[in-house]
Nanobody, 114 residues
């Protein structure tokens, strides 16, 4: 059973930084593309960033230049470094493991105050 557990969310002022972590258990993440998504109430979950098994990355236009996704396969963990945060970044952030079977974490709340 694959489990993904996000952590690192919280309340931060605009312009601040947070680093989210997604720790996987039950299976190694090394062969998989991993991603971060976010969702606000009443809206669809949206793509934020992803990283392939080889380290290739892609970002939503809204976070390019501010967010950085990385992975540590030895720790079975994926990270999202978020800098220059804005109130519009407020959301629940979810980790996803891509693959024939997709897995999601339970989410971590990020709130950015103005």
């Amino acid at each position: 059973q694959v489990q993904l557990v996000e952590s690192g969310g919280g309340l931060v002022q605009a312009g601040g930084s947070l680093r989210l972590s997604c720790a996987a258990s039950g299976s190694t993440i090394s062969p998989n593309t991993m991603g971060w998504f976010r969702q606000v109430p009443g809206k669809q979950r949206e793509f934020v960033a992803r990283i392939t098994s080889g380290g290739g990355t892609a970002y939503a236009d809204s976070v390019k230049g501010r967010f950085t996704i990385s992975r540590d396969n030895a720790k079975n963990t994926v990270y999202l470094q978020m800098n220059s945060l804005k109130p519009v970044d407020t959301a629940v952030y979810y980790c996803k493991r891509f693959g024939p079977t997709e897995y999601w974490g339970q989410g971590t709340q990020v709130t950015v105050s103005s």
